[in-house]
């Protein structure tokens, strides 16, 4: 093991001192045994000088020893300084890690939120209406899936109503297709103010046809519901530059109610169908055609 330098003065120092006591005990055990008036001037001047010696020997040693310790105190300043400079360049490293760490998470949730935000314009894109901002056809698909699906497993109805604009061609011949996207756009906002239940759903099924599913509703309530869009479109108009476009809808409704192998394709024929009834029934009304339960890979309606 190693000794330090603090050990190795002690040792020195107590090896000196040691040296000295012998030296200065035999000196006066010699004179005391000869006794001081036997001896000659000579050995009195010789014990003397070796005394002297003895001081000064003291006096440098001490004098070693300090200047020892001070190269020894200012070798430890000059670790701890170092020491010092190292745990402040360490905590400057872990301040500049920590500030990198904290730039690099907050660069990481910027673009996660970024991700976010793609991801839920993508999403709005593939389920969204450009146009109206109603859902488009590929989420009317899902959605009526799945409300038929709640529907059976809750055993609650289920209703579709489906809506065509009546006579578009004539508005798109007469005002132009500019026109038209107009009178697309002012029926969805109807369609939109007329849905009263965040679980109701408006759809724009292709052109100018328009589809709403309504979860947990029964025939008299998707006939209601109809009937009010109907009236709302009826009893106003579009401006379109300075022009006043009238508008009216046909609208053709169909109600599940657990009835044995429907399914989604034909809750949509059967409002369609109900759709035409309206049309050729005159237009601007509403018409509800009743599922009839149908046997087994049978593919009438009703």
Same mark, same amino acid.
């Given at each position: 093991?190693?000794?330090?330098?603090?050990?190795?003065?002690?040792?020195?120092?107590?090896?000196?001192?040691?040296?000295?006591?012998?030296?200065?005990?035999?000196?006066?055990?010699?004179?005391?045994?000869?006794?001081?008036? #036997? @001896? /000659?001037?000579? &050995?009195?001047?010789?014990? +003397?000088? =070796?005394?002297?010696?003895?001081?000064? $020997?003291?006096?440098?040693?001490?004098?070693?020893?300090?200047?020892?310790?001070?190269?020894?105190?200012?070798?430890?300043?000059?670790?701890?300084?170092?020491?010092?400079?190292?745990?402040?360049?360490?905590?400057?490293?872990?301040? #500049? @890690? /920590?500030?990198? &760490?904290?730039?690099?998470? +907050?660069? =990481?949730?910027?673009?996660?939120?970024? $991700?976010?935000?793609?991801?839920?314009?993508?999403?709005?894109?593939?389920?969204?209406?450009?146009?109206?901002?109603?859902?488009?056809?590929?989420?009317?698909?899902?959605?009526?899936?799945?409300?038929?699906?709640?529907?059976?497993?809750? @055993?609650?109805?289920?209703?579709?109503?489906?809506?065509?604009?009546?006579?578009?061609?004539?508005?798109?011949?007469?005002?132009?297709?500019?026109?038209?996207?107009?009178?697309?756009?002012?029926?969805?906002?109807?369609?939109?103010?007329?849905?009263?239940?965040?679980?109701?759903?408006?759809?724009?099924?292709?052109?100018?046809?328009?589809?709403?599913?309504?979860?947990?509703?029964?025939?008299?309530?998707?006939?209601?519901?109809?009937?009010?869009?109907?009236?709302?479109?009826?009893?106003?108009?579009?401006?379109?530059?300075?022009?006043?476009?009238?508008?009216?809808?046909?609208?053709?409704?169909?109600?599940?109610?657990?009835?044995?192998?429907?399914?989604?394709?034909?809750?949509?024929?059967?409002?369609?169908?109900?759709?035409?009834?309206?049309?050729?029934?005159?237009?601007?009304?509403?018409?509800?055609?009743?599922?009839?339960?149908?046997?087994?890979?049978?593919?009438?309606?009703?």
């Amino acid at each position: 093991m190693k000794m330090n330098n603090s050990v190795k003065i002690a040792i020195f120092f107590a090896g000196v001192m040691l040296v000295q006591f012998l030296i200065a005990g035999l000196s006066l055990l010699l004179m005391q045994k000869l006794g001081l008036n #036997q @001896l /000659e001037p000579v &050995v009195i001047n010789s014990f +003397l000088s =070796l005394f002297n010696l003895i001081y000064w $020997l003291n006096a440098f040693v001490i004098s070693f020893l300090f200047y020892r310790s001070y190269l020894y105190q200012q070798g430890e300043d000059a670790r701890d300084s170092d020491q010092e400079i190292a745990t402040e360049n360490d905590n400057e490293q872990q301040e #500049q @890690l /920590e500030q990198m &760490v904290q730039e690099r998470t +907050l660069e =990481l949730h910027i673009a996660l939120q970024e $991700l976010e935000e793609v991801n839920r314009e993508l999403a709005e894109k593939t389920t969204l209406d450009e146009l109206t901002g109603l859902f488009n056809r590929r989420c009317y698909d899902q959605k009526i899936l799945a409300e038929h699906r709640r529907s059976r497993r809750n @055993l609650t109805p289920l209703s579709l109503i489906v809506i065509d604009i009546d006579h578009f061609k004539n508005v798109n011949d007469t005002y132009g297709h500019i026109a038209g996207d107009t009178c697309i756009v002012w029926i969805a906002d109807k369609i939109k103010q007329c849905l009263g239940r965040s679980s109701d759903i408006g759809c724009r099924y292709g052109g100018e046809e328009f589809c709403i599913i309504l979860p947990e509703t029964d025939a008299k309530g998707a006939i209601a519901l109809a009937e009010q869009l109907r009236a709302l479109i009826f009893a106003e108009k579009v401006h379109f530059e300075e022009k006043i476009i009238p508008l009216t809808i046909s609208c053709g409704v169909s109600t599940y109610e657990q009835q044995k192998n429907i399914l989604p394709e034909q809750i949509f024929a059967a409002a369609d169908k109900a759709l035409y009834v309206a049309k050729d029934s005159g237009r601007n009304q509403v018409q509800h055609l009743q599922l009839i339960e149908i046997p087994q890979h049978e593919e009438n309606l009703i």
